[in-house]
């Protein structure tokens, strides 16, 4: 597995929302692929024109990325998937420091 693709753990948690029936052969590895391509492309910034061959051709990718965009399949994916970072949400106060400035002492005339 190539840096910054879904691990087995991260696609297990979405595959089932994903489309297409399990009987189908090459489901799961064509989205699986699928989501890959998308996510390489969000993580360098590149026009769809530069992905990769081994994602596909790019304007497939690039299509189906549109079709999810406008049935809601992305959002729902997102939604599935978020969990609140805790961590992030309990900063303590204390040890973020204030600009000298912030101290509150009035402004000099």
Same mark, same amino acid.
């Given at each position: 597995?190539?840096?910054? /693709?879904?691990?087995? /753990?991260?696609?297990? #948690?979405? /595959?089932?929302?994903?489309?297409? &029936?399990? *009987?189908?052969?090459?489901?799961?590895? +064509?989205? #699986?692929?699928?989501? *890959?391509?998308?996510? %390489?492309?969000?993580?360098?910034? $590149?026009?769809?024109?530069?992905?990769?061959? #081994?994602?596909?051709?790019?304007?497939?990718?690039?299509?189906?990325?549109?079709? %999810?965009? &406008?049935?809601?399949?992305?959002? $729902? =994916?997102?939604?599935?998937?978020?969990?609140? +970072? %805790? /961590?992030?949400?309990? =900063? +303590?106060? *204390?040890?973020?420091?204030?600009?000298?400035? $912030?101290?509150?002492?009035? &402004?000099? &005339?």
């Amino acid at each position: 597995m190539r840096r910054f /693709e879904l691990t087995d /753990e991260q696609f297990a #948690r979405i /595959e089932q929302m994903l489309p297409g &029936k399990s *009987s189908d052969p090459g489901r799961s590895a +064509d989205n #699986r692929v699928f989501l *890959s391509a998308v996510l %390489w492309i969000l993580r360098t910034g $590149a026009p769809w024109r530069d992905l990769p061959e #081994r994602f596909g051709a790019w304007n497939s990718v690039f299509q189906r990325f549109r079709r %999810w965009a &406008k049935n809601g399949r992305w959002t $729902a =994916i997102f939604e599935a998937v978020q969990e609140p +970072d %805790w /961590e992030w949400m309990m =900063i +303590d106060a *204390s040890v973020i420091r204030a600009h000298q400035h $912030a101290a509150g002492a009035s &402004k000099k &005339k």
